[in-house]
């Protein structure tokens, strides 16, 4: 089990924003995983995308590492920001934006 | 796997206090839901600690038997 919460460890710190995700970036395989990537790219985040499908250990152990009972998480230098309901909740009221600004995460102007 | 609506509406106000519960079936099936929330214990906590007040009334439901439940939490306004 410590290898595992070693791993998401290092997977959260290896970037500045970090998806546990259904699937990856570019073929995401739920809805949920699907939306927070669409929001992403739409303010132009870099970032790093966890396919937990891929592994069983990763998929349970990332929801105890944050006490969070679904898949997406999005982490923003090591801090779990949310799920999807978070996030675009988040992204319609123009916080996300001012959040990632001030984490100093660069958004590229579309 | 599904969870009747009634049920997640009574595990949540058995979970939070004083909570005002609205459920709605986003897909008629069952398995898709939204739930608006609202308490005064949520007043203060950031969005994440409200959220996981909720998980923790569903008894580890949500992410098993509950597949998909769009929250939606708040304090009421004064």
Redo the contacts between chains.
């Keep these: 089990m410590s290898t595992v919460n070693d791993f998401i460890k290092s997977e959260i710190d290896s970037q500045d924003v970090v998806l546990f995700m259904k699937g990856t970036p570019v073929f995401p395989q739920c809805g ?1 995983s699907s939306q927070v990537v669409q929001i992403l790219s739409y303010l132009g985040v870099q970032f790093k995308g966890v396919n937990v499908l891929e592994s069983d250990d990763i998929r349970q152990g990332i ?1 105890a590492y944050s ?4 898949i997406p998480q999005l982490y923003v230098k090591g801090e ?7 996030v675009r ?2 992204f319609e009221e123009g916080e996300l934006r001012e959040f990632l600004a001030e984490k100093g995460i660069a958004l590229e102007v579309a | 796997m599904a969870m009747d609506a009634k049920e997640i509406e009574t595990l949540i106000r058995e979970g939070i206090a004083d909570a005002e519960v609205r459920i709605e079936d986003l897909a008629g099936d069952g398995d898709h839901y939204a739930a608006y929330v609202t308490s005064p214990i949520f007043k203060g906590k950031s969005r994440v600690a409200q959220h996981q007040l909720v998980y923790k009334a569903l008894k580890g439901k949500m992410g098993g038997d509950l597949h998909a439940l769009a929250l939606h939490t708040s304090a009421p306004k004064d």
């Design positions: 949920f929801k006490d969070w009972p679904t779990f920001v949310g799920g999807c309901d978070i909740e988040m």
